[in-house]
Protein backbone atom coordinates (compact mmCIF):
# COMPACT_ATOMS: atom_id res chain seq x y z
CA UNK A 1 0.00 0.00 0.00
CA UNK A 2 1.26 3.23 -0.88
CA UNK A 3 0.09 6.46 0.98
CA UNK A 4 -0.75 9.87 -1.26
CA UNK A 5 -2.28 13.03 -0.17
CA UNK A 6 -3.87 10.53 2.93
CA UNK A 7 -4.99 8.22 0.33
CA UNK A 8 -4.32 4.49 0.56
CA UNK A 9 -3.53 3.29 -3.07
CA UNK A 10 -2.36 -0.33 -3.25
CA UNK A 11 0.66 -1.13 -5.32
CA UNK A 12 0.42 -2.81 -9.11
CA UNK A 13 0.54 -6.03 -9.05
CA UNK A 14 4.02 -7.43 -10.50
CA UNK A 15 2.51 -8.59 -13.53
CA UNK A 16 1.10 -5.35 -14.32
CA UNK A 17 4.59 -3.64 -13.70
CA UNK A 18 6.08 -6.19 -16.21
CA UNK A 19 3.39 -5.42 -18.87
CA UNK A 20 4.32 -1.27 -18.22
CA UNK A 21 8.08 -2.01 -18.30
CA UNK A 22 8.02 -3.71 -21.07
CA UNK A 23 5.82 -1.56 -22.46
CA UNK A 24 7.99 1.19 -21.86
CA UNK A 25 11.14 -0.28 -23.10
CA UNK A 26 10.35 -0.67 -26.25
CA UNK A 27 8.95 2.37 -27.18
CA UNK A 28 11.78 3.93 -26.10
CA UNK A 29 13.81 0.88 -28.58
CA UNK A 30 11.09 2.20 -31.43
CA UNK A 31 11.69 6.35 -30.82
CA UNK A 32 15.71 5.65 -30.58
CA UNK A 33 15.69 3.07 -33.91
CA UNK A 34 13.75 5.93 -35.64
CA UNK A 35 15.34 9.50 -33.90
CA UNK A 36 18.80 8.11 -32.17
CA UNK A 37 17.19 10.53 -29.40
CA UNK A 38 19.24 7.98 -26.79
CA UNK A 39 22.61 7.88 -28.94
CA UNK A 40 24.02 10.77 -26.78
CA UNK A 41 23.38 9.52 -23.56
CA UNK A 42 24.47 6.04 -24.83
CA UNK A 43 28.41 7.90 -25.45
CA UNK A 44 28.19 9.57 -22.60
CA UNK A 45 27.77 6.56 -20.46
CA UNK A 46 30.45 5.13 -22.50
CA UNK A 47 32.44 7.58 -21.18
CA UNK A 48 31.49 7.29 -17.61
CA UNK A 49 31.99 3.52 -17.52
CA UNK A 50 35.96 3.80 -19.57
CA UNK A 51 37.65 4.06 -16.12
CA UNK A 52 35.53 1.12 -14.86
CA UNK A 53 36.51 -1.08 -17.57
CA UNK A 54 39.86 -0.19 -17.60
CA UNK A 55 40.23 -0.95 -13.71
CA UNK A 56 38.42 -4.21 -14.56
CA UNK A 57 40.96 -5.27 -17.67
CA UNK A 58 43.81 -4.44 -15.48
CA UNK A 59 43.97 -7.82 -13.63
CA UNK A 60 44.25 -9.57 -16.99
CA UNK A 61 47.06 -7.19 -18.31
CA UNK A 62 49.05 -7.88 -15.82
CA UNK A 63 48.23 -11.64 -15.72
CA UNK A 64 49.40 -11.74 -19.44
CA UNK A 65 52.11 -9.32 -18.64
CA UNK A 66 53.88 -11.86 -15.91
CA UNK A 67 53.48 -14.38 -18.34
CA UNK A 68 54.92 -12.95 -21.20
CA UNK A 69 57.99 -12.30 -18.95
CA UNK A 70 58.69 -15.56 -17.67
CA UNK A 71 57.71 -16.85 -21.02
CA UNK A 72 60.12 -14.34 -22.94
CA UNK A 73 62.78 -14.90 -20.38
CA UNK A 74 63.07 -18.70 -20.56
CA UNK A 75 63.02 -18.11 -24.47
CA UNK A 76 66.22 -16.03 -24.27
CA UNK A 77 67.86 -18.18 -21.42
CA UNK A 78 67.36 -21.13 -23.78
CA UNK A 79 68.71 -18.79 -26.86
CA UNK A 80 71.43 -17.84 -24.90
CA UNK A 81 72.26 -20.88 -23.74
CA UNK A 82 72.06 -22.19 -27.50
CA UNK A 83 74.12 -19.54 -28.63
CA UNK A 84 77.08 -19.95 -26.23
CA UNK A 85 77.09 -23.57 -27.32
CA UNK A 86 77.24 -22.82 -30.99
CA UNK A 87 79.89 -20.47 -29.71
CA UNK A 88 82.23 -22.70 -27.97
CA UNK A 89 81.99 -25.38 -30.86
CA UNK A 90 82.82 -22.47 -33.63
CA UNK A 91 85.76 -21.92 -31.20
CA UNK A 92 87.04 -25.33 -30.83
CA UNK A 93 86.46 -25.44 -34.68
CA UNK A 94 88.85 -22.35 -35.24
CA UNK A 95 91.43 -23.72 -32.96
CA UNK A 96 91.87 -26.65 -35.14
CA UNK A 97 91.79 -24.64 -37.89
CA UNK A 98 94.55 -22.15 -36.81
CA UNK A 99 96.32 -25.15 -35.85
CA UNK A 100 96.12 -26.93 -39.11
CA UNK A 101 97.22 -23.69 -40.83
CA UNK A 102 100.42 -23.62 -38.50
CA UNK A 103 101.11 -27.05 -38.97
CA UNK A 104 100.86 -26.29 -42.59
CA UNK A 105 102.98 -23.60 -42.63
CA UNK A 106 105.72 -25.26 -40.71
CA UNK A 107 105.85 -28.10 -43.19
CA UNK A 108 105.91 -25.53 -46.53
CA UNK A 109 109.42 -24.10 -44.22
CA UNK A 110 110.53 -27.46 -43.71
CA UNK A 111 110.31 -28.64 -47.32
CA UNK A 112 111.90 -25.37 -48.80
CA UNK A 113 114.82 -25.60 -46.20
CA UNK A 114 115.07 -29.09 -47.48
CA UNK A 115 115.11 -28.48 -50.79
CA UNK A 116 118.36 -26.40 -50.83
CA UNK A 117 120.09 -29.45 -49.44
CA UNK A 118 118.68 -32.77 -50.43
CA UNK A 119 117.77 -34.68 -53.43
CA UNK A 120 114.28 -36.20 -51.48
CA UNK A 121 112.27 -35.29 -48.60
CA UNK A 122 109.79 -37.44 -46.50
CA UNK A 123 107.60 -35.72 -43.90
CA UNK A 124 106.83 -37.93 -40.89
CA UNK A 125 104.68 -37.80 -38.16
CA UNK A 126 105.88 -37.73 -34.32
CA UNK A 127 104.46 -41.07 -32.65
CA UNK A 128 106.26 -41.15 -29.40
CA UNK A 129 108.94 -38.75 -27.16
CA UNK A 130 111.52 -41.22 -24.87
CA UNK A 131 110.73 -40.39 -20.82
CA UNK A 132 114.09 -42.18 -20.16
CA UNK A 133 116.51 -39.15 -18.55
CA UNK A 134 119.73 -37.73 -20.73
CA UNK A 135 117.84 -40.00 -23.62
CA UNK A 136 116.67 -37.66 -26.16
CA UNK A 137 114.87 -39.81 -28.68
CA UNK A 138 111.85 -39.92 -30.96
CA UNK A 139 109.88 -42.18 -32.62
CA UNK A 140 108.19 -41.29 -36.12
CA UNK A 141 105.64 -42.82 -38.15
CA UNK A 142 108.08 -43.99 -41.14
CA UNK A 143 110.27 -46.30 -41.98
CA UNK A 144 112.51 -48.87 -44.14
CA UNK A 145 108.97 -49.60 -46.33
CA UNK A 146 109.69 -45.96 -46.96
CA UNK A 147 112.84 -45.97 -47.33
CA UNK A 148 114.43 -44.99 -44.49
CA UNK A 149 118.01 -46.11 -43.56
CA UNK A 150 119.96 -46.08 -40.28
CA UNK A 151 122.05 -42.66 -40.57
CA UNK A 152 119.60 -40.69 -42.28
CA UNK A 153 119.57 -36.97 -41.16
CA UNK A 154 116.60 -35.55 -40.13
CA UNK A 155 116.16 -31.77 -39.88
CA UNK A 156 113.27 -28.88 -39.27
CA UNK A 157 113.25 -25.43 -40.82
CA UNK A 158 115.67 -24.05 -38.38
CA UNK A 159 118.71 -26.45 -38.30
CA UNK A 160 119.39 -30.39 -38.07
CA UNK A 161 117.54 -32.61 -35.26
CA UNK A 162 119.39 -35.59 -35.29
CA UNK A 163 119.69 -38.85 -37.71
CA UNK A 164 118.16 -42.43 -37.44
CA UNK A 165 119.51 -44.97 -35.37
CA UNK A 166 117.03 -47.66 -35.96
CA UNK A 167 114.43 -48.70 -38.54
CA UNK A 168 111.28 -50.62 -38.98
CA UNK A 169 108.85 -51.19 -41.26
CA UNK A 170 106.84 -48.02 -40.72
CA UNK A 171 108.50 -46.70 -37.62
CA UNK A 172 111.74 -45.13 -36.87
CA UNK A 173 113.51 -44.12 -33.87
CA UNK A 174 115.14 -40.79 -33.74
CA UNK A 175 118.58 -39.81 -31.99
CA UNK A 176 118.33 -35.84 -31.67
CA UNK A 177 121.70 -33.69 -31.03
CA UNK A 178 120.87 -33.18 -27.56
CA UNK A 179 120.96 -36.80 -26.87
CA UNK A 180 124.36 -37.13 -24.43
CA UNK A 181 125.29 -39.72 -27.00
CA UNK A 182 125.02 -37.97 -30.78
CA UNK A 183 128.05 -35.64 -32.11
CA UNK A 184 128.13 -33.89 -34.79
CA UNK A 185 131.26 -32.10 -36.97
CA UNK A 186 130.55 -28.81 -37.69
CA UNK A 187 132.13 -25.22 -38.47
CA UNK A 188 131.81 -21.60 -37.06
CA UNK A 189 129.55 -19.99 -39.64
CA UNK A 190 131.81 -16.73 -38.80
CA UNK A 191 135.63 -17.81 -38.67
CA UNK A 192 135.66 -21.18 -40.40
CA UNK A 193 136.37 -23.04 -37.38
CA UNK A 194 135.78 -26.81 -37.26
CA UNK A 195 134.54 -28.63 -34.04
CA UNK A 196 132.64 -31.02 -32.58
CA UNK A 197 128.96 -30.47 -30.80
CA UNK A 198 127.99 -32.97 -28.00
CA UNK A 199 124.56 -33.67 -26.48
CA UNK A 200 124.11 -33.24 -23.09
CA UNK A 201 120.94 -34.85 -22.33
CA UNK A 202 119.57 -31.61 -21.56
CA UNK A 203 116.25 -30.98 -24.41
CA UNK A 204 117.84 -27.44 -24.85
CA UNK A 205 121.41 -27.49 -24.44
CA UNK A 206 124.54 -28.84 -26.38
CA UNK A 207 128.23 -28.35 -25.20
CA UNK A 208 131.63 -27.91 -28.03
CA UNK A 209 134.48 -29.09 -25.88
CA UNK A 210 137.85 -29.48 -26.99
CA UNK A 211 138.62 -25.73 -27.66
CA UNK A 212 141.38 -23.92 -26.05
CA UNK A 213 141.60 -19.80 -24.97
CA UNK A 214 142.89 -18.91 -28.57
CA UNK A 215 140.51 -20.46 -30.33
CA UNK A 216 138.10 -17.35 -32.46
CA UNK A 217 134.95 -18.56 -31.29
CA UNK A 218 132.28 -15.71 -29.50
CA UNK A 219 129.02 -15.94 -27.85
CA UNK A 220 126.57 -15.53 -30.66
CA UNK A 221 128.33 -17.54 -33.35
CA UNK A 222 126.31 -20.15 -35.24
CA UNK A 223 127.78 -23.08 -35.79
CA UNK A 224 126.82 -25.38 -39.33
CA UNK A 225 127.29 -28.99 -40.48
CA UNK A 226 130.75 -29.59 -41.58
CA UNK A 227 129.76 -32.76 -44.42
CA UNK A 228 132.57 -34.64 -42.67
CA UNK A 229 131.62 -38.29 -42.10
CA UNK A 230 128.82 -37.80 -44.76
CA UNK A 231 126.02 -38.26 -42.66
CA UNK A 232 124.69 -34.63 -42.71
CA UNK A 233 124.71 -32.10 -45.51
CA UNK A 234 127.16 -30.02 -45.28
CA UNK A 235 126.20 -25.67 -44.38
CA UNK A 236 122.94 -26.59 -42.96
CA UNK A 237 122.60 -25.23 -39.46
CA UNK A 238 123.02 -26.97 -35.93
CA UNK A 239 124.34 -24.76 -33.49
CA UNK A 240 123.90 -21.43 -31.68
CA UNK A 241 126.86 -20.41 -28.98
CA UNK A 242 125.41 -18.79 -25.86
CA UNK A 243 127.75 -18.68 -23.17
CA UNK A 244 131.85 -18.96 -22.74
CA UNK A 245 133.18 -19.62 -19.84
CA UNK A 246 137.33 -19.37 -19.46
CA UNK A 247 138.78 -20.97 -16.44
CA UNK A 248 142.08 -20.39 -16.29
CA UNK A 249 142.51 -23.54 -13.89
CA UNK A 250 141.06 -25.73 -17.24
CA UNK A 251 142.73 -26.41 -20.55
CA UNK A 252 139.66 -25.92 -22.29
CA UNK A 253 136.74 -23.44 -22.92
CA UNK A 254 133.27 -24.38 -21.30
CA UNK A 255 131.09 -23.70 -24.23
CA UNK A 256 127.23 -23.91 -24.16
CA UNK A 257 125.05 -23.71 -26.88
CA UNK A 258 121.61 -24.26 -28.05
CA UNK A 259 120.01 -26.12 -31.02
CA UNK A 260 119.01 -24.11 -34.10
CA UNK A 261 116.37 -26.79 -34.68
CA UNK A 262 112.71 -26.88 -32.53
CA UNK A 263 113.24 -29.62 -31.46
CA UNK A 264 110.30 -29.45 -28.97
CA UNK A 265 108.15 -27.92 -31.33
CA UNK A 266 105.47 -28.88 -33.51
CA UNK A 267 104.33 -32.99 -34.71
CA UNK A 268 106.44 -33.33 -37.91
CA UNK A 269 110.17 -33.69 -38.78
CA UNK A 270 111.64 -34.18 -42.77
CA UNK A 271 113.53 -37.25 -43.43
CA UNK A 272 115.65 -36.22 -45.94
CA UNK A 273 118.11 -37.93 -48.59
CA UNK A 274 121.53 -35.71 -49.17
CA UNK A 275 122.89 -36.42 -52.75
CA UNK A 276 122.58 -39.80 -53.98
CA UNK A 277 120.10 -41.79 -52.72
CA UNK A 278 121.63 -44.59 -50.73
CA UNK A 279 120.35 -48.51 -51.11
CA UNK A 280 117.90 -49.27 -48.28
CA UNK A 281 120.23 -50.77 -45.33
CA UNK A 282 122.89 -50.59 -46.24
CA UNK A 283 123.80 -47.50 -44.07
CA UNK A 284 126.79 -44.21 -44.53
Keep these: ?32 HRGHHLEKIRAGLNVLAY ?3 LIAEVPAYVGH ?25 QLAKLQQFDALEEENNRLRRMLGSAARIADKALAADLVE ?18 G ?14 GQVTQ ?34 GDPDSLKIPYLTASADIKEG ?3 VSSGMGGTFPPGYPVAQVVKIINDQNEAFLA ?22 LPKVGNPK
Aim: charged share 15%; glycine share 8%; hydrophobic share 45%.
Design 1 to 32: MINVFGRSISAPSHFTRFIILSTLSISLMMLD
Design 51 to 53: PIQ
Design 65 to 89: GVVDFFTTRRSLREDNEKLLAQQQT
Design 129 to 146: VSAEPFTRKIVVSKGSQD
Design 148 to 161: VYVGQPVIDAHGIM
Design 167 to 200: VAGSVSRITLITDAGHAIPVLNNRSGLRALVFGT
Design 221 to 223: DTF
Design 255 to 276: ITAKPAAQLNHGKQVLLIWPGN
